[in-house]
């Protein structure tokens, strides 16, 4: 059949399946359709998920389960996720070991958690001054990061996907103004990843904390200041009843990425029908989380504010100025010293410098010059 014939064909609705999956290079045998997969339609599985969020946590938990409700059903019950929050079932922050291990078969976390461990896994979740989500999204499915994390996680014996992310983040809570670089000197904050070494160059410590603890840890002074996520989560988790100031922007998380990662001997026996669906429903929840996200927190910045009371700080660009200059002498380090993380950040500031262009004359302009010139208040 000629090429022409068949889309014709398939456009009218005129070619049988049998003909279509034909013309696609699969085959059928009896009922069941074999075209580039290997089906099993009997085996079941029954799966653990290991997170670093608390248990039922808004968004980053409902979310985890949302994946699992999602993969139920779409595999027809052959595939079942039972989500344990963090310390449920193993401490947060030994999710990434319990799956590398097999004791569990899939996580869910944020690959900067992993940074002690694996260095340039950190520039997968979040770098600071880095990429928003939209173009760290961009990066990771069409422009060739993905395969450099598929490699990096092989060598511990798993596999990544997307799984979500939080958008642009806020700067942190703190019990005094931040109006120069010496209010950071001797500050504790609780501030993971990149964003954390760049305030220690500043003069800071950075202390990781799960997020379950924060609010104890910030009431009872084990830290100074601390940043979350965002208005909806800090909303929820209370901080603005023990913290005076808000500041913004999140600098250090500008669009931090989020992931599942599965056990790679397990994902490669699964058949693949449902290696893609664990890929097509990570990108699913992608989506919907950075969506929720969106949603949510322009509804509770409104609520902290006008609600709260809360006084919203914005760093100087004095400030920011001189942590853009710490980020790179950070960069600089972990890349000197790590061959790995030189090429992945290669690869990610190649990306960044075309999107950033890119969006400046896109996104910049049209925020700067319609959408914020004629909205209506």
């Not at 019950?77 to 401490?91: A, D």
């Not at 760290?136 to 596999?159: I, P, Q, R, S, T």
């Not at 950071?184 to 997020?211: Q, T």
């Not at 006008?306 to 006084?311: P, S, T």
Request: hydrophobic residues 40%; contains cysteine.
């Amino acid at each position: 059949m000629k090429r022409k014939d068949f889309f014709k064909g398939l456009a009218f609705g005129t070619l049988s399946l049998p003909l279509i999956i034909r013309g696609l290079g699969g085959k059928t045998t009896g009922q069941k359709q074999e075209a580039g997969f290997n089906i099993n339609s009997g085996k079941t599985y029954q799966w653990n998920m290991v997170t670093t969020w608390p248990p039922n946590f808004p968004v980053l938990g409902e979310g985890c389960q949302l994946f699992a409700d999602w993969v139920e059903k779409l595999s027809g019950g052959r595939l079942k996720i039972k989500v344990y929050g963090g310390g449920e079932l193993v401490p947060a922050l030994e999710a990434f070991d319990t799956v590398r291990s097999g004791a569990a078969q899939i996580g869910s976390g944020a690959a900067y958690y992993w940074a002690g461990k694996l260095p340039a896994a950190q520039f997968f979740a979040s770098v600071p001054f880095g990429m928003n989500a939209q173009q760290l999204n961009a990066w990771v499915l069409g422009g060739g990061g993905m395969e450099l994390w598929e490699k990096l996680y092989a060598d511990f014996n798993l596999v990544p996907m997307l799984g979500g992310n939080t958008g642009v983040q806020m700067g942190g809570w703190f019990n005094r103004e931040i109006n120069s670089l010496d209010d950071l000197k001797g500050l504790k904050m609780r501030m993971p990843g990149l964003g954390g070494k760049v305030l220690e160059k500043a003069g800071g410590s950075s202390v990781l904390i799960p997020g379950g603890e924060l609010f104890t840890a910030l009431e009872r002074g084990v830290i100074d200041a601390t940043e979350w996520i965002g208005p909806y989560h800090d909303y929820k988790m209370g901080f603005y009843q023990i913290a005076d100031y808000y500041y913004a922007p999140g600098w250090h998380e500008p669009g931090t990425a989020l992931e599942f990662f599965v056990n790679k001997e397990i994902f490669d026996q699964l058949p693949g029908d449902l290696q893609q669906m664990l890929r097509s429903v990570s990108q699913q929840l992608n989506v919907w989380m950075l969506s929720e996200f969106e949603t949510q927190n322009a509804i509770f910045l409104d609520k902290l504010v006008q609600e709260e009371n809360v006084q919203l700080k914005f760093f100087n660009q004095d400030i920011l100025d001189q942590l853009r200059i710490y980020t790179r002498e950070t960069l600089a380090e972990i890349t000197d010293n790590d061959p790995i993380s030189k090429r992945v950040l290669e690869a990610y500031d190649a990306f960044r410098r075309k999107a950033g262009f890119w969006s400046s004359i896109s996104e910049e302009r049209y925020f700067q010059q319609l959408q914020q010139r004629y909205q209506v208040n």
